[in-house]
């Protein structure tokens, strides 16, 4: 029978492989937030946006009709990336480098043949996910920077849109890997424990009666 450990082990790796991907669909794509069309359309659009991305388009006509591509482009110069802004990308930054660290970190602990010998590092593991877990939260501070409000960008054509943004897939996959970060935390640290727990469990084999002498 599997020891709980194990289970607590495979968790942690489940939840923290789920929120590393979610961190590179969230982060690094160019729908963070996007403006819907207000005017009232029959079919209203939306323009999007991303931390370091924004949804670019072009059209194109030709005999069939007019076609719009859609692309994700870095950000233009006349973009003002204020305070909050900055913040979300120095977040999104942190975030990423702690999430390799906790991988290599992963990396090591399996190839560790003894797993009753975890590694020196184990111990940093839990604070670490927990350390991720807030930077990913923080890269939410894009939600009050100027990529949400009053957008200079969010234009097309005769489209009305709002002032102010609401949240597109990005900013719903950074919530969601924020929490399984958070979750991956906690069954670190019940791993940690239930170690442990295993380790004073089984009592060495001692001596108990005096050699005999020759």
């Known amino acids: 029978m599997a ?10 790796g489940i939840f923290a492989l789920t ?6 669909v969230g982060g ?4 963070y937030v996007k403006f819907t069309d207000i005017s009232g359309t029959s079919e209203p659009i939306s323009r999007e946006f991303g931390i ?11 005999t069939d009709g007019v076609y719009i591509f859609k692309t994700c482009h870095s950000y233009p110069d006349i973009a003002n990336i204020d305070p909050s802004w900055k913040a979300a990308r120095a977040f999104d930054v942190l975030t990423i480098i702690f999430a390799i ?11 560790c043949l003894d797993p009753d010998r975890a590694p020196a590092h184990k111990k940093f593991e839990s604070p670490l996910l927990l350390l991720t877990a807030l930077c990913q939260g923080l890269t ?22 709002p002032e102010t943004c609401e949240m597109a897939t ?33 009592e060495p084999v001692s001596l108990t009666e005096p050699l005999a002498g020759p």
């Open 3 to 12: 020891k709980q450990s194990t289970y607590l082990s495979f968790l942690t």
């Open 19 to 24: 929120a590393f991907i979610l961190m590179w």
């Open 28 to 31: 690094l794509r160019c729908n």
């Open 52 to 62: 370091w991305f924004y949804q670019y388009w072009s059209t194109v006509v030709s």
């Open 101 to 111: 660290a906790l991988i290599a970190m992963k990396c090591v602990e399996a190839c």
């Open 140 to 161: 939410l501070l894009l939600l009050s920077s100027n990529a949400c409000t009053n957008n200079s960008l969010a234009h097309w054509g005769s489209a009305e849109f």
């Open 170 to 202: 990005g900013a719903k996959c950074a919530i969601s890997a924020t929490v399984l970060w958070a979750c991956a935390a906690l069954t670190s640290f019940q791993e940690r424990k239930a170690v442990e727990e295993e380790r004073t469990a089984v």
